[in-house]
């Protein structure tokens, strides 16, 4: 089947052979008489498949076994509350803030720390930078740091994680990674806690993952609803309340088609991160070489997932968004609070799909250059 290239920041694409397999599975799954949606979630096949969904993604992931996968449900906007809820111990949090969810989860969190110090922001450069570590104004004390791993607006992308324990703190470091999970290697020696929602890189939207280390349960204030307290989620594997059943079996379906992924003698999440880069090189380089788009971001900080540009000369945007579907290349309009437009190019984007963006760009700058 030829479907067209889909660049939406999410919902986004999900490999064909994932959606043909649930397509195949949807009235019977594996000879049960039943579909996934139609299955409790406490019965043997279920269970079976949550099972694998999460060993798999422990192996793909490197996710070391001290630390706990919960499957939750409320997206990452959820998790902003979710967090200080469990981790702030009401007390002092750290933030650095380098775009629209950084800046999000912040204000949230004032709902429920004590205090929140804005240890470094990149406001200034209008988000198209990111502070270095080394200039982070760090609380004494904090109960937690968060960053932004990847923004997916701005189109930054932290490419080394902090050492927050280099830096003199004793912290743990919060990574929102919703919208670079899975394309890359993650150092949890660095971590404590990660989230994000599925519906970018890892299946349909409805399911978010949680990765937090064991030692940072059970701490979470009065006031958190049993259903989003860590230590319960993981007491309860997942299964506390009903989890997002379908979504956990097409993420497990996803984790399945990225073990199977191989570039050279690299496999799973090793081959998808040589195949980003690759593709973020390809579309980069094209931007850089052109008169007609412009990619604001610091070289170092430019994210391999969510490439916004824009159109040096923005009257032409509706014939270039036109035009771009005309050929099959979906959903590259900006976000509403920076314009311009915006590719991203998650697991699911093949090479091919960036060399037909950039050979559409080519054309388009040089039909009326
Ligand atoms: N964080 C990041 C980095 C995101 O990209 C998004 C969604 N685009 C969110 C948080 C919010 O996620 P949700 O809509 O699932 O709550």
Redesign the pocket.
């Known amino acids: 089947m030829n479907r067209p290239y889909n660049f939406s ?2 919902p986004a694409a999900i490999p064909a052979e994932v959606l043909q397999q649930a397509a195949s599975e949807m009235l019977d799954w594996h000879g049960s008489g039943m579909g996934v949606m139609e299955m409790s979630h406490r019965g043997k096949e279920f269970l079976s498949i949550y099972q694998q969904a999460e060993a798999d993604l422990r192996t793909l992931l490197a996710v070391p076994a001290n630390f706990k996968i919960l499957f939750m449900q ?5 998790e902003n509350a979710i967090v200080p809820l469990n981790l702030s111990r009401a007390g002092t949090v750290d933030f650095v803030v380098t775009g629209s ?1 950084s800046q999000k989860s912040q204000k949230e969190a004032r709902k429920y720390a004590s205090e929140v110090n804005i240890a470094a922001s990149s406001q200034d450069s209008d988000f198209t930078t990111l502070p270095a570590p080394a200039t982070w104004n760090l609380s004494r004390g904090a109960s937690y740091l968060h960053i ?1 791993s ?4 701005n189109g930054t992308e932290f490419h080394e994680l902090p050492d927050l324990k280099a830096l003199g703190s004793d912290a743990p470091l919060v990574i ?1 990674f ?2 670079h999970v899975a394309s890359r290697s993650v150092d949890w020696s660095r971590v404590g806690l990660a989230f ?2 599925a ?2 890189n890892l299946g349909p ?1 409805g399911l ?1 993952l949680v990765v937090v280390r064991e030692d940072l349960l059970g701490h979470a204030l009065p006031a958190c609803p049993s259903a989003f307290d860590y230590k319960t989620v993981a007491d309860n594997e997942s299964m506390y309340n009903t989890p997002p059943t379908w979504g956990i079996y097409v993420a497990g379906l996803t984790f399945q088609w990225l073990l199977r992924q191989r570039e050279g003698e690299l496999s799973g999440v090793a081959a998808m991160e040589q195949r980003n880069i690759a593709k973020a090189e390809l579309l980069y380089n094209a931007i850089d070489a052109s008169q007609l788009y412009v990619n604001k971001v610091a070289a170092n900080a430019r994210s391999r997932m969510n490439i916004p540009f824009f159109l040096r000369d923005e009257s032409r945007n509706e014939a270039f968004l036109a035009g771009a579907r005309e050929r099959g290349l979906l959903q590259l309009k900006g976000h509403k609070s920076v314009g311009g437009m915006r590719a991203s190019i998650y697991n699911a984007m093949p090479l091919a799909g960036v060399q037909a963006l950039v050979d559409y760009m080519r054309e388009f700058e040089q039909k009326r250059a």
């Open positions: 920041a999410g409320g997206g990452g906007l959820a969810w932004c990847n923004e997916t607006i929102d919703s919208s994000g929602g519906q970018k939207a978010t």
